[in-house]
C-alpha cells in the first residue's frame, strides 16, 4: 500500500516569500509518481508539478519546484515569490499504485499568504 | 480549466435518497477516476473505469455504483443516502490506464450535501 504524509496542517508565509511545504511518502513500488495539486477555496483540484520515480533532476513548473530526495522519501514542495493568490490546500499525491492506478492523497497542508 | 467536466456543482437531497453524479473526460482521455473529499476522511479514490469497463475499485461502498459510457463519460450514482455521504466528489480523468506519468486532470467537483 502506498502512503503520503503531510505533517504540516497549516502555515503562514509572507508575501513574496519562499515557502516549502513538506511531503514523505511509503511505498513498495519501484516506480510511482509524485503530485501536488493546489485546492483553492472554490474547491477544485488543480495539478501544480509531477516528479517520476527514475527523474534524477528536480521537477520545476515556473514558481513551483520539487524537491525530490528518493533515499528519505520526500517530495517537498517549494513556492518561490509567494502570491496573494498562493493561499488555498496544498495536497500531496503518489501514483499510481499496485492495485491500480489510484492517486493516494495526504491530508493537505493549508498556506495561508500574508501581504 | 482542466477540461474535465463535472454536472451538477451543487447537489442537496435527503437520507434514503438516490442521486447521480455525471462526468466528461477531457478529449482524447479514455480514463475515468472518481474521489471523495470528505472532512473525516480526506481524499479517496473511489473507482476507476477504462474504455468503458471496471479498472480499479478503492474504499467505494456497496451503495454506490458508477459506469462509462460509449462516449466516455461516466456517471456516479448514489442510493440510500445518509448524512456522512456528504462531501466534495471528484472525477479526474486521464488519456491511459497505467503509468507513473499519466498526469490526472480533476473535474471542478459535485458538492453533495445530505440533509
Known amino acids: 500500500a502506498q502512503k503520503i504524509t503531510q505533517t504540516q496542517p497549516g502555515m503562514f508565509v509572507q508575501e513574496k516569500e519562499a515557502v516549502t511545504l513538506d511531503c514523505t511518502y511509503d511505498?513498495?513500488?519501484?516506480?510511482?509518481?509524485l503530485f501536488w495539486y493546489k485546492q483553492p477555496s472554490s474547491g477544485e483540484m488543480i495539478f501544480l508539478i509531477y516528479?517520476?520515480?527514475?527523474?534524477?533532476q528536480n521537477a520545476t513548473e515556473g514558481r513551483y519546484s520539487l524537491n525530490f530526495q528518493k533515499a528519505r522519501k520526500s517530495a517537498n514542495l517549494v513556492i518561490s515569490a509567494s502570491q496573494l493568490g498562493d493561499s488555498a490546500m496544498y495536497f500531496c499525491?503518489?501514483?499510481?499504485?499496485?492495485?491500480?492506478?489510484?492517486?493516494?492523497f495526504g491530508g493537505g497542508t493549508r498556506v495561508l499568504v500574508k501581504p | 480549466d482542466s477540461g474535465v467536466t463535472q454536472t451538477p456543482k451543487h447537489l442537496i437531497t435527503a437520507t434514503g435518497q438516490r442521486v447521480t453524479l455525471r462526468c466528461s473526460p477531457r478529449?482524447?482521455?479514455?480514463?475515468v477516476y472518481w474521489y471523495q473529499q470528505s472532512l473525516d476522511q480526506g481524499l479517496q479514490f473511489l473507482i476507476q473505469?477504462?474504455?468503458?469497463?471496471?479498472?480499479a475499485k478503492g474504499n467505494i461502498l456497496e451503495r454506490f455504483s458508477a459506469q462509462q459510457f460509449p462516449d466516455l463519460h461516466s456517471e456516479l450514482n448514489l442510493s440510500s443516502l445518509e448524512l456522512g455521504d456528504s462531501a466534495l466528489y471528484f472525477c479526474?480523468?486521464?488519456?491511459?490506464?497505467?503509468?507513473?506519468?499519466?498526469?490526472?486532470?480533476f473535474g471542478a467537483g459535485t458538492r453533495l450535501s445530505v440533509l
Open positions: 511505498t513498495s513500488d519501484q516506480s510511482y509518481g
Open positions: 473505469y477504462y474504455n468503458g469497463e471496471e479498472r
Open positions: 479526474a480523468s486521464s488519456v491511459a490506464p497505467s503509468s507513473p506519468t499519466q498526469l490526472q486532470y
Open positions: 516528479q517520476g520515480s527514475y527523474d534524477e
Open positions: 478529449s482524447g482521455d479514455l480514463s
Open positions: 499525491a503518489i501514483g499510481p499504485g499496485a492495485a491500480g492506478n489510484k492517486l493516494t
